[in-house]
């Protein structure tokens, strides 16, 4: 059960970062407003907007989906029009603690992050380059709430949010605009309601299960995934385990589930239990890995940290 509220608790409020702005903090006095009325309305959020009425036909081949349809800028009538040759995504997971590939990592064309993994105090072993960093409806206020880490340090960074559709447009896109006001420079999208909608029937199509119906949530890694394949020629992924790895015999040694929490979760633990929780809703980390393999040749997806064979 720890995990169901893992995945829409908020977290407590520490340490913000010293900032000399006064409006930083009123801004973020706005957006904790915001955010406790999201928060109460989402304890136990079945995250059910619908599979039936989005049902869109979407190309067989995610290179053909259309970034440029797919995700709204937060402000102005900008287009997600990069694209990159090369691309690394750099997971989250601690696998890539004491690996010293940040060198390499800086070297790629794109970089693209997930949520809110910070880059400082870590980088020699992951880099300090975003290039993109995407980021779920339920880490957005851990994000928003460190625009140093996230925002302005690294001025190019291109933020895509994605979320529930009518949770992002009854408040979590305001948050977004909100903070786009202070920190202008900021280049943020939303995964549009239709892609949204895509992204689940891509779920139904490659595991042959409705999301809705299994009681799955889609991971960030999946949405991260799918966006690497549209934005990149090739993706190399860091630190992402494969498949079979959690119930290999014997078992892997015990690693935090992320680089940046050490005390927090087990990686396997945590795969373990979301894979196999039928009660509530879950995310099907080991189902969505067996999908990213299948995708490997189709698309020019390698990993390493570790290898996949
Ligand atoms: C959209 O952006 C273009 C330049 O990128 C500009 O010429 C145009 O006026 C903008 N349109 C609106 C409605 O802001
Ligand atoms: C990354 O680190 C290098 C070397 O320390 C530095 O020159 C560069 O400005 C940093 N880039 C960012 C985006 O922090
Ligand atoms: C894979 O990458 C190579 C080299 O960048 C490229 O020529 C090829 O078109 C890519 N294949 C796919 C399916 O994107």
Request: with cysteine; hydrophobic share 35%.
């Amino acid at each position: 059960m720890f995990l169901c509220s893992y995945e829409s608790d908020i977290g407590p409020y520490p340490g913000l970062d010293n900032s000399p702005r006064a409006a930083v903090f009123l801004i973020l006095f706005g957006l904790v407003m915001l955010l406790i009325l999201y928060s109460s309305n989402s304890r136990n959020e079945d995250f059910r907007y619908t599979s039936t009425i989005g049902r869109v036909t979407l190309p067989d081949s995610l290179k053909e989906w259309g970034v440029k349809n797919g995700y709204l800028p937060v402000s102005g009538n900008k287009t997600l029009d990069r694209h990159c040759n090369q691309c690394a995504i750099i997971t989250s997971s601690s696998h890539l603690l004491g690996s010293k590939m940040g060198p390499e990592i800086n070297q790629m064309e794109c970089t693209i992050r997930m949520n809110d993994a910070p880059t400082t105090g870590y980088e020699a072993d992951i880099g300090n380059k975003t290039t993109f960093r995407v980021v779920a409806h339920s880490s957005l206020y851990r994000v928003l709430r460190r625009p140093q880490e996230f925002v302005s340090k690294n001025p190019d960074t291109i933020l895509i949010f994605w979320g529930p559709p009518i949770k992002m447009q009854q408040v979590l896109n305001k948050v977004i605009q909100r903070v786009s006001l202070s920190f202008p420079s900021m280049s943020a999208f939303v995964a549009t309601g239709k892609r949204m909608y895509q992204f689940d029937n891509l779920f139904r199509k490659e595991t042959g299960k409705d999301r809705v119906t299994s009681r799955s949530w889609l991971s960030t890694g999946w949405f991260t995934m799918v966006i690497a394949v549209e934005l990149c020629n090739r993706v190399h992924v860091y630190g992402m385990v494969p498949p079979n790895y959690c119930t290999q015999n014997p078992p892997p040694r015990k690693l935090p589930y992320h680089y940046y929490e050490p005390k927090g979760p087990d990686e396997c633990v945590t795969y373990l239990h979301n894979e196999r929780s039928h009660r509530g809703n879950h995310h099907r980390f080991i189902t969505e890995k067996r999908v990213f393999a299948n995708w490997a040749t189709l698309y020019n997806i390698t990993f390493s940290h570790p290898d996949w064979d």
